[in-house]
């Protein structure tokens, strides 16, 4: 009784708390508590409270009312608890409390009702061939799915829970005889040292967990699809996975691997070597355009071809600003409408984005705001952010830019090259989880090459990860 | 702390400094013809700059201005007072970057122009590697002139010996600042191209390229002024001029036309290739020249056979052996040593006693889309 | 002293840029004044010389496993005067960096922004490599890795095309060759380049088993790569005006013209040597942070990199302008180099012979 009126202390202001009180007999009475709305009514009828109304009571109740209720309902789902804490955590997780009126059988039964959506198509991560499905909320049919796809016996998945109020589940999944242990070893380390009171999604843990904060790349890839999961998993990563969210973690990854789409390994050999190449190229592309075209146009026009500098000299004729500010402000205005495209809704979103680029566009030039040229270079640059195939990355992309956009501003091809050595140099500094974020380009691995800078076909890809990774 | 601070900041402002160096495009006013000449009374220069027009060049619509290039011109007695002193007069930065080409009066030509080579060279704001022209016609008349079909004059000189560069090996035209300054100490001549206006005014309105008579106000090009040690010495006509080309420089096209049967045929022959062979050093050079023939025009009365192409390739070559003795004796008159012999293992006294022989072969490739011509009979 | 690990291609790759670092613009036009058509010849002679020299610092390194030279002259010649020499080299490549930094400097202010001072160059370029300092010898050598490819073919492959302005006239000026009396005149190539070298004794005890092959191999095909752009220079521009111009190859680059639309090409050029100049300049930048760190036992490097950037960059505008450092380069600096890089080393190891210091020492366990 005492157990009882704890529990109800804590939790009974809440309207979705439910305390019902069965008298069984003048000398047991039993109370069953469940939060409501995250229990499934239909399981808590059918399986608790049926058996227990329906069945006649005998000597073995009254003596020993737990083996009894155990026999009665379904045993998987039962669980023995001590103290009113416990109760409590466990009334939160969706779970019904049998209490007896004495007080000394105090079971429960798991009958949480998942509130989730169904398997879709990722929406962050498209592809044309490959799978469809993409992680949910629930981290239970997020094992599904990987486990769906990776029948080894090797799979471990280590269960933490991290944040005090939140207390979500976090997997570390990992197999075990290719990953390495030191890597392993090392995420656990950082998991279990976050103290924070609230994780509600993946990239709360990455900012525990990450190696530089303070660095516009992103050090741990993450991914909204089990087939590129399991991949990643058998190539001897690690992989983090949180309850709440879709998103899992992928660890430790080196800068190649955020060219690497899922698709390139659905697709042809040469295609994806290819399609490769132009995103690196789509990427230099995004960070230099910007830079050049200020510190071309403003300190070294020497450089352009006769032609080109004569079009570019009459159509900045009309413009009144100089070629720093008026690039500034079409990428911020390109900012703001990709910005505010996310967060339109649906239907306006299709209009802002037609409207945004060609309409204001075509206008700022027919204002005479800024040069065709300029418009031209914003809408190369933005779309060429788009091609990395992880969003992270493109963000990086992004800060990099105006980064350069400033020092060419400032100091033309000198600071631009002052600041790619300053990039490089923190590029190939960066480690993620003790591996060197630009291998295998530096330090030189030639043997990783096959799948970084080409993606040789299948039968070439002869060595297996727990090789390949000594040399990483 | 402060102290850290305070670097910071100052740091920070003195990268600022960069900005002293903005040259933005529409401050600048884009040289694309320079046109030096020297008053040979008082010493002073002349300069005339064309400027272009980014407004009257672009195709854009809206544009009000027609002029494509507007001429500048200033006097000043030394070369290096020109930079500032085109502050007084052009609204724009000089930007000397995009110079296209370089005209020069035949007065400061026969003076020597070691001056401005030495001017070209030190400035790091000039390039080397600049076309020269000579004129004939008077300087301002030239710079003051819109040309037709290429709006700006100095790509409209350039595109002009575009046309040569193609036929060279390397495809390199000498007859730029560096090659003059290359030759300055040997002495094979160097041969620039002398440009001639063919009006009597001054083509100076816009409105005057108007007109469908392209060559009344337009220019030529036809002779060429022999440099030796970067003065002028000579001139040299069309026919002279090519040929000193092609025995020297690697030009490998000539067009001539012989006389075969009594009638005229048009040949031009492709890939000439001259080789040099000292048959006894110092006093007997000898040069074998070989080239492919191909028909332009063949008005002879009679059926194209085997023995009539042969008749062809031997007329050829006694002309062009005739034509190269001429030469040859030509420049051993004059003093120039329009051969080479010098460079090439002569000897700078005996030059002139060198005895120098040329033997002619060629073969014919391509005759063209007739078999035989058209007969009246 | 960090934990670093550099394989033999990565000090093959910094060999290679440090010595080629600004030498590729610097000393052909000298060169081709003092020796005409046979400047390339020096360059043989000298990087046979530098592959000598790198024998001998090999071996005193060898005797001294682990030991950089600072720590080697600390423990042969005892706490004082190992001291005060490891201050001399301290002062040595802090000297070598500011001619390096003013150097670069010149070169940006001279052909490409005229109108900024020579002081902002220099912070901006020594900020950049304190970071890179900072964060070890490692990423240097990482960046060096990826960069060397990229330095190399934008250099070479439009040097290559101006083969079409080869004139073999060029190499007929009558100049009549004195070997004995041309070597005395060039002895700066000698120092040059070469003799800066004994700045890697600072790093050779970071490489691995490859160290001999990859920094003496790096040392010749560096010899090689300046031989071959000096004779280039001589074939394509001249003597006459290569001897005429102080950067004959950035005049070579500028005045390249293919296909009327790629001209211009001379900022690729300037790329290119900022690159490489950032590189040698993180390199001296390090041995010089290590040797003070080692020095005065001093765990961290930034506080010693960050005031260093001013104390370089201000001496770095000793000299008032070029043609006070090329008259002064031709005078002395061979002497100069030579007590760093010959006596220093020599004396070293005959005083380590002496007093049976490091791998000198006969153990006493010999089997």
């Known amino acids: 009784m005492l157990i009882v009126h704890q529990i109800m202390e804590r939790l009974g202001h809440s309207p979705d708390f439910v305390c019902h009180e069965f008298a069984l007999s003048p000398d047991l009475g039993l109370f069953c508590i469940y939060i409501s709305s995250i229990v499934s009514t239909e399981h808590a009828n059918e399986f608790i409270f049926k058996p227990i109304l329906e069945q006649n009571l005998d000597a073995r109740a009254l003596h020993d009312p737990k083996s009894w209720l155990e026999s009665l309902i379904p045993k998987a789902q039962t669980d023995a608890f001590k103290e009113a804490t416990e109760g409590i955590q466990r009334l939160l997780e969706g779970q019904c409390l049998l209490i007896s009126s004495s007080g000394d059988c105090r079971l429960s039964y798991d009958i949480a009702k998942g509130q989730n959506r169904s398997v879709s198509e990722p929406t962050t991560e498209a592809s044309i061939r490959g799978p469809r499905e993409g992680f949910v909320e629930d981290i239970a049919r997020n094992v599904a799915l990987i486990r769906k796809r990776l029948k080894s016996e090797h799979l471990i998945f280590e269960q933490l829970i991290i944040g005090t109020e939140t207390k979500t589940k976090v997997y570390l999944t990992y197999i075990d005889n290719i990953a390495q242990v030191k890597v392993v070893e090392e995420f656990r380390r950082r998991l279990n040292s976050i103290h924070a009171d609230s994780i509600l999604e993946s990239s709360y843990i990455e900012e525990w967990i990450q190696d530089n904060t303070w660095s516009p790349f992103p050090q741990l890839l993450f991914t909204e699809r089990p087939d590129s999961v399991v991949a990643k998993l058998m190539e001897g990563q690690v992989v983090v996975m949180t309850d709440g969210t879709p998103i899992a973690l992928v660890g430790p990854v080196t800068f190649f691997q955020f060219f690497n789409s899922p698709e390139d390994y659905y697709q042809r050999a040469d295609i994806a070597t290819l399609s490769r190449w132009l995103r690196f190229f789509a990427f230099l592309l995004s960070i230099f355009v910007p830079a050049l075209y200020i510190a071309v146009v403003s300190y070294h026009p020497e450089l352009l071809p006769n032609s080109l500098l004569i079009s570019l000299a009459a159509q900045r004729e009309e413009v009144p600003f100089p070629a720093f500010f008026e690039a500034a402000i079409m990428m911020v205005t390109f900012e703001i409408l990709r910005e505010a495209g996310l967060r339109m809704p649906r239907i306006a979103g299709q209009s802002i984005s037609i409207v945004g680029a060609l309409v204001l566009g075509e206008a700022a030039v027919e204002a005479g705001l800024v040069s065709a040229a300029m418009v031209i270079v914003v809408s190369l640059t933005a779309i060429s952010n788009f091609v990395s195939p992880n969003y992270g990355f493109g963000i990086a992309q992004r800060i990099i830019q105006f980064a350069f956009m400033i020092l060419a501003g400032l100091m033309g091809l000198f600071g631009l090259m002052c600041g790619v050595f300053f990039v490089l140099i923190h590029l190939v500094s960066l480690r993620s989880f003790g591996v060197k974020y630009f291998t295998p380009l530096a330090p030189l691995v030639l043997s990783a090459w096959r799948d970084t800078l080409f993606r040789v076909p299948r039968y070439k890809m002869k060595r297996f990860p727990h090789r390949r990774m000594q040399n990483k | ?377 | ?367």
Not at chain 2, 222 to 242: Q, T
């Open chain 3, 1 to 367: 002293m960090e934990q670093a690990n550099l394989s033999g291609w990565q000090l093959f790759n910094l060999t290679l840029v440090f010595i080629i670092g600004t030498s590729f613009i610097l000393l052909p036009g000298s060169l081709i004044a003092d020796a005409k058509q046979y400047g390339w010849l020096v360059f043989i002679w000298a990087f046979l010389y530098g592959i000598i020299l790198g024998g001998l610092w090999l071996y005193l390194s060898s005797k001294f496993p682990g030991l950089s030279i600072v720590q080697i002259a600390v423990q042969v010649l005892g706490k004082w005067a190992g001291g005060f020499v490891s201050l001399l080299y301290v002062l040595f490549f802090i000297q070598i960096a500011s001619w390096v930094t003013r150097n670069m400097s010149d070169f940006m202010h001279i052909n490409v922004m005229p109108r900024t001072p020579l002081s902002v160059f220099n912070i901006m370029i020594l900020a950049v490599c304190a970071y890179a300092v900072v964060k070890g010898i490692e990423s240097i050598a990482m960046v060096c890795e990826l960069l060397s490819l990229l330095l190399t073919l934008p250099f070479w492959i439009p040097f290559s095309i101006m083969i079409q302005e080869w004139d073999w006239q060029n190499f007929n000026v009558p100049y009549v060759f004195h070997p004995w009396e041309t070597f005395l005149n060039t002895r700066y190539a000698l120092a040059f380049p070469f003799m800066e070298t004994v700045s890697f004794m600072m790093i050779f005890p970071f490489a691995g088993r490859r160290l001999n092959l990859a920094f003496l191999s790096g040392i010749g095909f560096a010899g090689i790569n300046l031989t071959l752009s000096i004779l280039f220079t001589i074939g394509v521009l001249g003597v006459e005006r290569a001897s005429h111009l102080i950067y004959p190859i950035f005049i070579i680059f500028r005045e390249m013209e293919f296909t009327n639309f790629i001209e211009h090409l001379e900022s690729v050029l300037s790329i290119n040597i900022l690159l490489i100049v950032c590189i040698k300049l993180s390199l001296l930048f390090y041995c010089a942070v290590l040797a003070i760190c080692q020095l005065f036992e001093v765990k961290e490097r930034g506080v010693v990199a960050y005031p260093l950037i001013w104390i370089i960059s201000a001496y770095a505008l000793f000299f008032k302008n070029i043609v006070e450092n090329v008259n002064w380069v031709k005078m002395y600096l061979f002497n100069y180099y030579a007590l760093y890089a010959i006596v220093i080393p020599a004396v070293l190891i005959i005083c380590a012979r002496m007093r049976k210091k490091g791998r000198f020492r006969k153990r006493e366990t010999a089997t």
């Open chain 2, 1 to 377: 702390m402060k102290a850290s601070r305070l670097g910071v900041v100052l740091t920070l402002l003195a990268l600022c400094t960069g900005c002293w160096d903005i040259k933005d495009i529409n401050t600048l006013a884009i040289v694309s013809l320079a046109g030096v000449d020297k008053d040979p009374k008082s010493g002073d220069f002349l300069a005339y700059y064309q400027v272009m027009n980014p407004t009257g060049l672009s195709t854009r619509t809206g544009s009000s201005a027609k002029a494509a290039v507007y001429t500048f011109n200033f006097k000043d007695f030394s070369h290096g007072r020109f930079t500032e002193k085109t502050g007084r007069a052009m609204p724009r930065l000089f930007f000397t970057a995009h110079l296209q080409s370089y005209i020069i009066s035949e007065r400061y030509a026969r003076e020597g122009i070691l001056d401005l080579i030495n001017y070209v060279e030190l400035n790091p704001e000039r390039r080397s590697n600049l076309i020269i022209f000579v004129s004939d016609s008077p300087l301002d008349v030239i710079m003051n002139s819109f040309t037709p079909l290429d709006r700006v004059p100095g790509r409209f000189m350039r595109s002009l010996s575009n046309h040569y560069q193609r036929n060279f090996r390397m495809n390199i035209y000498p007859i730029r600042f560096k090659d003059l300054e290359k030759d300055l100490k040997r002495q094979t001549p160097t041969v620039i191209p002398i440009i001639h206006y063919n009006g009597v005014k001054a083509a100076s309105k816009s409105d005057e390229i108007e007109k469908i008579n392209a060559t009344q106000n337009g220019l030529t090009f036809a002779e060429g002024a022999v440099f030796i040690h970067a003065r002028m010495v000579g001139r040299l006509d069309d026919k002279s001029k090519v040929l000193f080309y092609i025995l020297n420089k690697k030009y490998r096209r000539l067009t001539e036309t012989i006389t075969v049967n009594g009638s005229y045929v048009d040949v031009e022959a492709q890939n000439i290739q001259v080789q040099r062979k000292w048959i006894a050093p110092g006093s007997h050079l000898s040069f074998d020249i070989h080239a492919d023939l191909r028909i332009i025009n063949n008005q002879q009365k009679r059926k194209m056979t085997l023995q009539n192409l042969q008749q062809i390739e031997a007329s050829f070559n006694k002309m062009l052996e005739a034509k190269a003795e001429a030469l040859e004796q030509m420049s051993k008159d004059k003093g120039w040593d329009l051969l080479g012999i010098q460079d090439h293992g002569g000897n700078e006294d005996s030059w002139r006693q060198t005895k120098v022989t040329f033997h002619v072969t060629s073969t014919m490739t391509t005759t063209g889309n007739t078999s035989t011509p058209y007969l009246l009979e």
